[in-house]
């Protein structure tokens, strides 16, 4: 079954044109270049609808497995500092590649533990810059129940603990954004 799910969640990436920025083990993100949604409100603008942006993915193949136990300490700061890279890889491709010019905005959605067990969780991505809001699908609950059994497959495939306390029905989604130049200059060279 998870060799299964890990040919349907390839070619998904490939239908939607998620790609791998960088071929480093420690890099935990993939991304997809896009155009939002809906308007995106963030400290310094507003985003509109249909603006490009790079779309964050997690590269489920590079997040280092959590303990059976559930995550500790050693793993939280291991899957920070390979997160911190992953941004700085990113930054860098931004400025260099030109399929990046003209981004408005990093971001997406996420069903993150860091950032479904209550407010105290969420200061975490505050704290690397990021916008932190609710996330509204379009196709409202019954979407919603898609998205999540596909999530939870995932999550069961790849990092399986991940599910610990986390039922299919109790996923829940929110949206990180940041501005590209204030991620550029947070994590671009110097930041």
Known sequence: MKGIIRCVDRFLRR?????EFCDRPDCVLRVRATLTVHAVTLPDRRVP?????????????????????????????R????????????????????????????????????????????????????VVCPHRGPLGRFGEFWENLYTWAIMWTYNQATLRGRGLLRLRRS?????????????GEGG
């Open 49 to 77: 609808a249909g603006a490009p942006v790079v779309e964050l993915h997690m590269w489920n193949e590079h997040v280092p497995p959590i303990p059976p136990d559930g995550p500790d300490l050693a793993w939280a700061v």
């Open 79 to 130: 899957f920070q500092r390979r997160l911190m890279a992953s941004f700085r890889e990113l930054a860098c491709q931004m400025r260099r590649e030109p399929r990046f010019a003209g981004v408005r905005a990093v971001g997406g959605v996420t069903v993150l533990p860091l950032l479904s067990t209550g407010g105290r969780d969420r200061g975490l991505f505050e704290r690397l810059g990021f």
């Open 15 to 19: 239908a939607l044109g998620v790609f």
């Open 175 to 187: 949206e990180i954004w940041m501005g590209t130049g204030e991620f550029l200059r947070r994590y």
